[in-house]
């Protein structure tokens, strides 16, 4: 019989190990990225191009896009990803107005 809340499976699945920025992490196998991530306690996804503002999950479903990370070399939506053994996740560090050159 499943939990009454999906959440708690973050704390019970089994884990497996990833990477965030080059740093190990271990996650719950299967679960979703953002919300695993979040629970490990990481809340800053990326930064906005413009104002370099934090951004994280917001909406979870895949509409807002503030969960972007770099996959294994490619840009994916965290919120859209099942965890699985040995991600390699980068967080994306967007260029903001005043890292731009001239």
């Given at each position: 019989?499943k939990p009454d809340?999906?959440?708690?499976?973050?704390?019970?699945?089994?884990?497996?190990?990833?990477?965030?920025?080059?740093?190990?992490?271990?996650?719950?196998?299967?679960?979703?990225?953002?919300?695993?991530?979040?629970?490990?306690?990481?809340?800053?996804?990326?930064?906005?191009?413009?104002?370099?503002?934090?951004?994280?999950?917001?909406?979870?479903?895949?509409?807002?896009?503030?969960?972007?990370?770099?996959?294994?070399?490619?840009?994916?939506?965290?919120?859209?990803?099942?965890?699985?053994?040995?991600?390699?996740?980068i967080r994306p560090?967007?260029?903001?107005?005043?890292?731009?050159?001239?």
């Amino acid at each position: 019989m499943k939990p009454d809340s999906p959440f708690l499976d973050l704390e019970t699945a089994p884990r497996v190990a990833v990477s965030i920025d080059g740093a190990p992490l271990e996650l719950p196998e299967g679960a979703n990225l953002a919300a695993a991530l979040l629970a490990a306690g990481v809340t800053v996804f990326r930064h906005t191009p413009v104002s370099g503002a934090p951004r994280g999950p917001f909406c979870m479903m895949g509409a807002c896009f503030d969960c972007l990370v770099d996959i294994d070399g490619f840009t994916r939506q965290a919120c859209m990803i099942e965890v699985s053994q040995g991600l390699r996740i980068i967080r994306p560090r967007d260029l903001g107005a005043d890292d731009v050159d001239a």
